[in-house]
Every structure is written in C-alpha cells, then in structure tokens.
C-alpha cells in the first residue's frame, strides 16, 4: 500500500521559523516500511520557503493568517498539497493534528478526499485522541488512531491492504472491531475500540524513519537531531494533557539510544541533538548510565534536553555537562507563589532558585519557559513573574500566553469559572483565531482584567522578555555553545544568523 504521512501547515501562514521534523510520523513510518509498505512523510510546513522569524510578539496576528489561508482554496500551499496527492497517488493518508492545528488537518482531509473518494483518511494526535466524534462526522476522516499510533495504525493498514471490497468496513468490520485504539464510523454509527495498551518495550519500536522524510535538505542536522530517550510523564500540571494516564514513563535502554545517535551522525552529520523527553532526569539513575555511556564511547556530540528544577544536582549536571549537554530547558511558569502552586508543577521558587545557581556556577546555559494568562491571574501575578525572571536571569526566557486546552484541569477551572465553553462547533475551528478557540468572550481572557489591560499588561511583558533576551550577551553566549554545531554543519551560522536579524529588526 502507498501511504502518505502528513504533519499539516501552520508555520507557512504565520511566518515564525519552524524546528525539528515531525518525530510521531517518523514512528509511524518505520514498522510500515519494515512490512513493505511505501511510505513518504510530507512535512507541509518544509514544502516551500521556510520562515525564519524568532518574532513571537504578533502571535495574534501571525495566528489570525493562519484562518484566513484555511478558506482560502487558492492558496498556494492547498494547491501544493492538492499537485503532491496527484503525484504520489497514495491508497491512504494518515495525518496528525493537535488542537491548533486541527482546522489544517481537516482541511488536507478534504483535499484527500477531492483527490480521491476511495482514499482512506486516518487522523491521530492529540485532539483526535480527546475528539474523534465530530472528526468522524465531518465525513472526511474515516478513521481515528487514538494515544500511541505504533502498533494500531499497522494493524489498520495491514487490515485495509488485504481487503479488496469496495465496501470495506461491512467486509472488514470482524478485523477492524478488534484493533484496539481506533475510532470509526459505521452506518451512521460511531464506534470507538477498546484503548490500546502502551508500549512497554520502547525498544521493540524501529527508529523513526527519517529517510522517509520529503524535502531532506529542507532540515537541518539539528532538526534530524530530534530524539526520544522515553514516553511518558510522572507528574500532572494542570495546563497539560495527559494522554499515557498514570501510567509509569517507559524507558529506551542506553544501546538502543546510542545505536540511534550513530546512525544519525553517520547519516545525517548531525552533531547537536535534542533530547524532547517531557522529563529528560525522571529517572536519575538512567540519565547518569547514559551520560557515562556518551562520554565512554566518545560520542563527540553537544545535545540540550527538557527537565524540571525539582530535578537536577550538582553530581548529575557535572556528568551531563561532561557528556556533552550544552542546553538545559526548564519550565518555572510563573513568579507567583499563588499561581505557581495552581499549576500542580510541583515545585517551589526557592528550587527554582537552587537550580538556577546549579546552573550559573557550572557554566551550563539555561533557558527558562513562563507563561501568563491563567483564568485565576491578576494583574499582580503577572508582574511578579516579570520581577522573578528579572531574578533568576535566564540566558534565555520564554514567555507564552495560556492557551486552554480539553482535558487538563486548568480548561475546566476556566469553565467553572465562566471563562471557557466545554466544548466549541466544529466549525469554529476554521473561522476563530486558535488564540481564542473556547472563549465563551475572547475579549475576557482573565477573570480579573478586561481585554485593554490584559493586553497591555501583556504586550509590556512581552517587550521586556525579548529585551532581555536580545542582549548582546545573551546573544553571544547562544552563539558560544553552538560552536561544534557550526564546525560541522557551517549552514548553520547562516541559518542562526538570519534568524537573529529578524528577529532584531523585524
């Protein structure tokens, strides 16, 4: 079977630099592969002119063009997707859509389906996970593949190859009702299959299938360099959805990740590598195993990882640093005790204090992530956590406006509180700006503010983090630790240094 695997633009309409390379179709691609089928990942955001903006001050705006290119049906990127259907001529097209990217999804869905009625349209990811119903009536998506897509998407597809009925889902319905983790529609009926069981061996999963990626020379080394060394998150903060439950974080064992690093080295040139763990030190003891590793086979990489401040010390940083780690993310939400404590984070401002240090005396750099806007916020909350960052002085600090999301508890929190609508029609989706999706009045975003000073406020906090972050000692800093990456990769400078200017002068 010829399947393609879409990862749905967005990044092409608002103008702001797009990272990395889609990871969860990546996985899905190689098991394909390995049971013959052909398989191509169209990543539509690298199908033309990539945007190079770091400018995140207009989200708004940036956002508000993303609608408007959704109804635009002669919009060059829809006839793009419309000429590599034509070309590719696939019997399936899997696409993946979180919340903001929904209404792009539901658009290639129908683009598909124009293409060729009889091509079937399956959709994962997280909204389709926590909304397969008005997906499935939409009547351009036949299937939901819900929470991990590994195992259930290669049953579904080994299940359709084999069948040769036009009417597929009467002959197929014994099979296809017992491939856990599908959702589908049947004589104007809604079926969703039983939850499929994680995967506990993450090593019995092929690595992502990177080769299948179109447009290669669109990515950089650091893009290929995206890597998960688990699944899964211990905590629950209230802003994020959970979609492996309680269930405990599953492991890579150390060969296999390394076997992984080599192959892309070796393949890609890639030299800096991102590890997108949702909690790279969960689990100290692995982390310590694997910087030994690194270092022992002299791996010669820089890599940067995601963690908590709750979650590091100094024994711990010293053997990272050793092995190679250059960047530590981290996310401290906000300087408010109050607010901070509402997150369900887990930690407190004097671990943040305590982490910051580690960082600062072991010469790590470190990037901090806030956000404001929570429907509980006031004016007061916000303004401690500008004075907190101004504290703690990140080399980088990452400001966000709170967008809602189903399924967490800081959405239902807002809905209690008369702020958020459960549940939002179908069609909003394409005709409201994502920064407002659920909204009961997107002019009252907090319960304390109306919209002029919540924009004010907002817009003042935005100018002051990328103030900070635009110093030039910042900046130089940044440049200094992506020294072997430019070695080995000097399209890189030119890359790095576009995007500064652009975002300095936009």
Request: proline share 4%; glycine share 6%; net charge neutral.
């Amino acid at each position: 079977m010829k399947i393609l695997l879409i990862d749905p633009p967005i990044r092409r309409f608002t103008g702001v630099a797009s990272f990395f390379f889609p990871t969860s179709l990546a996985y899905l691609a190689a098991p394909l592969k390995n049971t013959n089928h052909k398989v191509l990942i169209y990543d539509v955001d690298r199908g033309g002119e990539v945007p190079n903006s770091l400018d995140f001050n207009n989200s708004y705006n940036q956002m508000q063009r993303y609608v408007n290119a959704i109804n635009e049906s002669a919009n060059s990127v829809w006839k793009e997707v419309t000429n590599t259907l034509l070309r590719y001529k696939p019997d399936l097209v899997g696409i993946t859509a979180m919340t903001t990217k929904i209404a792009s999804a539901m658009k290639i869905a129908e683009l598909v389906k124009e293409y060729n009625s009889n091509c079937h349209v399956v959709m994962g990811g997280p909204h389709p996970t926590i909304g397969p119903d008005d997906i499935l009536k939409s009547g351009s998506v036949d299937f939901i593949c819900r929470n991990e897509g590994e195992e259930s998407f290669l049953q579904l597809v080994d299940a359709l190859d084999r069948n040769t009925s036009s009417d597929y889902l009467q002959s197929l319905s014994p099979v296809i009702n017992q491939i856990k983790g599908i959702s589908f529609k049947e004589n104007d009926r809604i079926i969703h299959n039983d939850n499929a069981m994680f995967i506990d061996d993450l090593d019995s999963i092929p690595y992502p299938a990177r080769e299948s990626l179109m447009n290669q020379r669109k990515y950089s080394s650091e893009d290929i360099g995206m890597i998960l060394t688990s699944r899964g998150c211990p905590y629950r903060c209230s802003y994020c959805f959970h979609p492996f439950g309680s269930n405990s974080v599953k492991y890579r064992s150390i060969d296999n990740i390394l076997g992984e690093i080599e192959e892309i080295k070796k393949r890609y040139g890639s030299y800096h590598f991102s590890f997108k763990d949702d909690s790279f030190t969960v689990k100290r003891s692995h982390v310590m195993e694997l910087c030994e590793a690194l270092i022992k086979n002299k791996t010669d990489i820089n890599w940067d990882c995601t963690t908590r401040v709750n979650l590091v010390d100094r024994e711990m940083l010293k053997i990272m640093k050793k092995a190679g780690c250059n960047v530590i993310k981290v996310g401290v939400e906000s300087g408010s005790k109050r607010i901070l404590e509402d997150t369900n984070k887990g930690i407190t401002h004097e671990q943040i204090r305590k982490a910051a240090k580690l960082f600062n005396d072991l010469g790590i750099f470190w990037s901090a992530y806030f956000m404001i806007g929570l429907p509980q916020e006031t004016e007061e909350d916000m303004l401690q956590t500008y004075e907190f960052m101004k504290e703690i002085d990140p080399f980088y600090a990452g400001l966000g406006v709170y967008n809602p999301f189903p399924e967490t508890e800081l959405f239902n929190m807002g809905v209690k509180m008369g702020i958020l609508k459960e549940k939002i029609g179908f069609e909003d989706f394409k005709q409201v700006n994502p920064i407002d999706y659920y909204f009961i009045n997107p002019e009252k975003r907090v319960a304390a503010l109306n919209k002029d000073e919540f924009e004010k406020i907002s817009a003042r906090m935005m100018d002051a983090f990328n103030n900070h972050n635009k110093k030039f000692s910042k900046l130089a800093r940044r440049g200094w630790e992506r020294r072997k990456q430019y070695v080995h990769d000097p399209r890189m400078i030119k890359n790095d240094v576009g995007k500064v200017l652009s975002w300095i002068w936009p």
